[in-house]
């Protein structure tokens, strides 16, 4: 008996209707990146493990998928260490290679690699598929898209005000309601030297950014079991619970951080982008968000993530602030910020809003029905023209019943349909159906071209 076919737990196909929906997104993410001067790129789905481990922290490298070395990947792997099921030990034994966790690292690979081509600040965008081993639930898959917008080689805040606007313009083009939180990493590294804490700066800024799944109990539980005081876990509560407006949480946070220079700086950073928003006026809610954290180990100034107000589901956009990502493939001091909209998430948001175009201009238009013999090279040649004034058709391909054909334009969604019989072959015409009215109409070819245009697309 054959087996039942199946794919990857956290994987998915998209059907036809689905890669419409997909592809609106891409395009429209595009199309803004692409108007902020953004040019694309695109790098390999694996890379190197030398390239990936030791860049996302210890929770990101035991998420990244290794791939077994070609060949017999055991040949060359440790006896004693295979006998004691060492698997973290052996892995740089039978491995070399890892599907990429995210698109910002396999970038700063390429700036390093390409930085005699490339002409600084290096604006790119890039529409690519990563992989984690993570447990798959809801809005949070083992195979997803990435839609990440970066710059290098300058440290402007202009940067991230831009970004900013990237975001507010992205979303409202898809008519999804949401709030930027920002927050900055070295008000975060500040607070930690305040508490005498600075060498626990990463445990510190992946437990705070868990705040919103586990709760503040959890919190502080995880950051006593890292090895905080219980003073300093005291210290941290009304920082990461400030309230008020942004400058009353900012003016708060200079007597907190008074002491610390690096925490003075992210806080003047984020005085100057709110500065700059306020000029702009921008219809996007942007909140200071000082539990903001976000996990990965590269972060070093201001950091984003964006939530959709009306479905409940993790971030759909996030990045930040890397001053020397380049550093650790031997070029220095080339400081970057980006932001990555989460494809995935975003396709679901819009799924249970239902805001997805009725009419998308992507499937057929018109489908012209097939009567055989001279009846069909009647209905191909109005067909090439029909194509040619840029209108989606096709002809049922084969000379089939009446009622199979039409059944075909209905599961299809196809608006129109073209009966070209003997009569109407005769006669120099051509009968249009609008298949959501029913209504029909003897139309000349021109005239069957300027009707369709004028319906502009698709069924509702």
């Not at 080689?153 to 940067?159: F, I, W």
């Amino acid at each position: 008996m054959a087996q039942k076919p199946g794919i990857p737990k956290g994987t998915r196909d998209f059907s036809p209707v689905e890669m419409v929906k997909r592809n609106y997104i891409f395009d429209t993410v595009k199309s803004v990146f692409q108007k902020y001067g953004y040019m694309p790129i695109e790098t390999p789905a694996m890379e190197n493990l030398s390239t990936l481990m030791g860049k996302y922290g210890e929770e990101g490298d035991k998420l990244l998928f290794k791939i077994l070395n070609s060949g017999d990947y055991l040949s060359k792997a440790n006896d004693q260490l295979l006998a004691e099921k060492e698997s973290n030990k052996l892995i740089n034994q039978i491995s070399e290679k890892g599907l990429r966790y995210d698109l910002t690292v396999p970038f700063a690979r390429y700036v390093v690699q390409h930085q005699s081509e490339i002409t600084f600040p290096f604006k790119r965008y890039q529409i690519q598929p990563v992989w984690r081993a993570d447990r798959p639930q809801k809005g949070r898959y083992r195979e997803f898209f990435q839609c990440d917008v970066d710059v290098v080689g300058s440290n402007s805040l202009l940067n991230e005000v831009e970004l900013i606007q990237v975001v507010d313009e992205v979303y409202r083009l898809l008519n999804i309601n949401v709030v930027l939180k920002l927050n900055n990493r070295k008000i975060l590294t500040g607070i930690a030297e305040v508490i005498g804490a600075a060498d626990k700066i990463v445990d510190i800024t992946v437990a705070i950014d868990k705040l919103d799944k586990i709760g503040l109990e959890k919190v502080n539980e995880e950051l006593a079991s890292k090895g905080l005081s219980s003073t300093a876990i005291e210290t941290i509560q009304p920082i990461i619970q400030l309230s008020g407006t942004t400058q009353e949480k900012l003016a708060q946070l200079k007597e907190v951080l008074s002491s610390s220079e690096v925490g003075l700086k992210g806080i003047e950073e984020l005085e100057t982008v709110f500065t700059y928003l306020d000029h702009l006026k921008l219809e996007l809610e942007v909140e200071l968000d000082l539990t903001l954290a976000r996990g990965l180990n590269y972060y070093t100034g201001a950091i984003f993530e964006v939530k959709a107000k009306d479905v409940a589901i993790g971030s759909i956009t996030g990045g930040g602030r890397y001053d020397d990502l380049t550093g650790i493939f031997g070029l220095k001091d080339v400081s970057g910020v980006g932001i990555s909209f989460g494809a995935d998430r975003i396709y679901d948001v819009m799924n249970q809003l239902d805001s997805f175009p009725k009419k998308d201009g992507v499937r057929t238009q018109v489908l012209f029905v097939n009567f055989g013999d001279e009846d069909e090279l009647y209905a191909i040649h109005a067909l090439k023209n029909v194509r040619a004034a840029g209108i989606n058709a096709e002809v049922y391909p084969d000379n089939g019943k009446m009622k199979k054909q039409m059944t075909y334009a209905n599961k299809k969604q196809i608006p129109f349909v073209v009966l070209c019989g003997e009569q109407e072959r005769k006669d120099g015409v051509f009968t249009l159906k609008n298949m959501e009215s029913g209504e029909q109409s003897m139309v000349t070819l021109e005239e069957l071209v300027k009707e369709i245009q004028a319906s502009g697309g698709l069924m509702n």
